[in-house]
Every structure is written in structure tokens, then in C-alpha cells.
């Protein structure tokens, strides 16, 4: 999948996920979002089901963390950005933690690699004991 | 503090999920739920879940979960109502819903109960005596 060569931010927004019931404030302002933004109900699902997964995530690994949500466009595309950070332990082995299945915790080892699935663009930077950062993308009109 | 409603039909208990999952009711639900099976006696359970908009891997774990609980207190699960949105996100996810019965609305759900618990056989024999 090739990286736009520019990116526009529309707008941003920055939420807090230091609990189950964050999960469920943030899918909730992403759905809106993106029905505002003209996206079908299958990739609003697809978009807010991604984002839940690595919320989740968050909370499974990281502890705490947060989770910004960015309108974007670029030439004639517009969509939605979600970046998720979180200062836990990181990710060792990457290579093994996007395989579908593998799990260090008590889910099912679908997050990372169902995430990808689920959206348009993913992508994962992780350092040992400083934390992780994902980014997904999902086109209203591509 | 918030929980999700429990009816009883018969030898079935009925569930309605109106909100999204958090852990707490989440976990709530399945202890209730297991509470209610050994209490009422119940054969089975149908979840309606046409009101969740998101079932992510948390979710599709309470629901395999909760099968896997009813099925060794012999009741049967059955799943109902998942709009489209959901099972196309759910199989791209790479979820299966292993060990759960699913059917697409709540008529269909207590059809399938029926015949998995035995009632529709019990029922239909009452009503017609016939020696098949």
C-alpha cells in the first residue's frame, strides 16, 4: 500500500483511554465521525471494530495510553486517521505479534493482526521499554 | 449500577444486549446468566444482539464464553440478530465464534433452540401421537 505523499490534518482530537468504558466513548465519537464524513456503515464498522481492538490493547498492555482522531485528505481523498499510543513495555518480537493468534495476554491474539485487516493503511513503531504507537486509516472515498 | 436483563420464556432465557460491552457488565452478564441457568433450570439461551453495533475480539469472547459456560450446565446458546456490517467485520477479523449457534432473528433463534434442546420433537409429539 503506498503512503500518500501528503497528508492534509482537517481536524484532530485527542482522547484519554485509561479504561473499558473510554473504548466505548472513543468508537462512539469515531462512528459519528465518520458517518458525518459520508462513510458506509460497513467501513464505519470495520474503522470503529479496529479501533476498538487497539484500545483494547492499550488497556491489556500498555496500562494507559491515548488515542487521536484525525480527519484527513489528501488530493481528492478524504478519511480518518487513529493513532494509538501507550508508554507500556513495547513490542520484542513485531514480526510475531502481527501473526493472528499469538498473544502475550488474555485475549485472543486477533488485535494487531485483525486491526491491519480492518483498515486501509496500518502502521506499527515499537520500542522496548519506551511504548508503542499504531496508526490506522480508513478512506471514506478511495 | 448498570446490568443487562435476564427474561425467562419458558425453558429458554432471553437476552437483549442494547449497549456496548464494558468489562464490568460484561462479566456481570455471564455470572448472571449462569446464576439464572442453574436457578430456573433453563435449556436454553438466546443473546439478540441487533442492537451492537461493534463485536470485537472482547465481545466474541464473552459470547463463545458464555456458550462454553451453558453448555456444560446442558443449555444451549443461540446468538441472534447480527447485522450484516458486523458478521463481514467479524470474519475479516479473523473471529470465528467457535461453539456458538447463531440464527438470524429471534423466531429463528427459538425455532433452533427447539430442536437443539429436544423441545420441538416433545412438543410435536404430544400434539399429533404420531409413531415416527
Keep these: ?142 | 449500577m448498570e446490568r443487562i436483563p435476564i427474561l425467562k420464556m419458558g425453558q429458554f432465557l432471553l437476552v437483549t444486549i442494547q449497549v456496548d460491552l464494558y468489562d464490568r457488565l460484561a462479566l456481570d452478564l455471564e455470572a448472571d446468566l449462569v446464576g439464572q441457568i442453574t436457578q430456573l433450570n433453563a435449556r436454553g439461551v438466546l443473546i439478540d444482539i441487533s442492537a451492537v453495533s461493534i463485536v470485537d475480539s472482547f465481545m466474541g469472547r464473552i459470547l463463545s464464553n458464555i456458550a462454553s459456560m451453558a453448555r456444560i450446565l446442558d443449555a444451549v446458546t443461540v446468538v441472534v440478530g447480527m447485522q450484516p456490517a458486523v458478521a463481514i467485520t467479524l470474519v475479516e477479523l479473523g473471529l470465528s465464534l467457535t461453539g456458538v449457534y447463531t440464527a438470524l432473528n429471534v423466531e429463528k433463534g427459538l425455532d433452533l433452540l427447539r430442536i437443539k434442546t429436544g423441545a420441538a420433537q416433545a412438543v410435536s409429539t404430544d400434539a399429533d401421537s404420531s409413531d415416527d
Design chain 1, 1 to 142: 500500500m503506498p503512503i500518500p505523499a501528503t497528508i492534509e490534518v482537517l481536524t484532530s482530537e485527542t482522547f484519554a483511554i485509561l479504561e473499558g468504558s473510554h473504548v466505548i466513548q472513543l468508537t462512539g465519537q469515531i462512528r459519528q465521525q465518520a458517518s458525518q464524513m459520508g462513510m458506509s456503515l460497513l467501513d464505519q464498522t470495520k474503522l470503529s471494530t479496529a479501533a476498538s481492538e487497539l484500545a483494547r490493547n492499550i488497556l491489556v498492555h500498555g496500562g494507559e495510553g491515548k488515542a487521536q482522531l484525525e480527519c484527513i485528505r489528501s488530493n481528492s481523498k478524504i478519511g480518518i486517521r487513529l493513532l494509538f499510543s501507550d508508554r507500556g513495555p513495547g513490542i520484542a518480537n513485531v514480526e510475531q505479534a502481527m501473526q493472528p493468534g499469538f498473544s502475550t495476554g488474555i485475549g485472543m491474539g486477533l488485535g494487531l493482526s485483525g486491526a491491519k485487516q480492518l483498515a486501509d493503511e496500518f502502521h506499527l513503531t515499537s520500542v522496548v521499554g519506551e511504548g508503542t504507537t499504531v496508526t490506522i486509516l480508513k478512506w471514506v472515498n478511495d
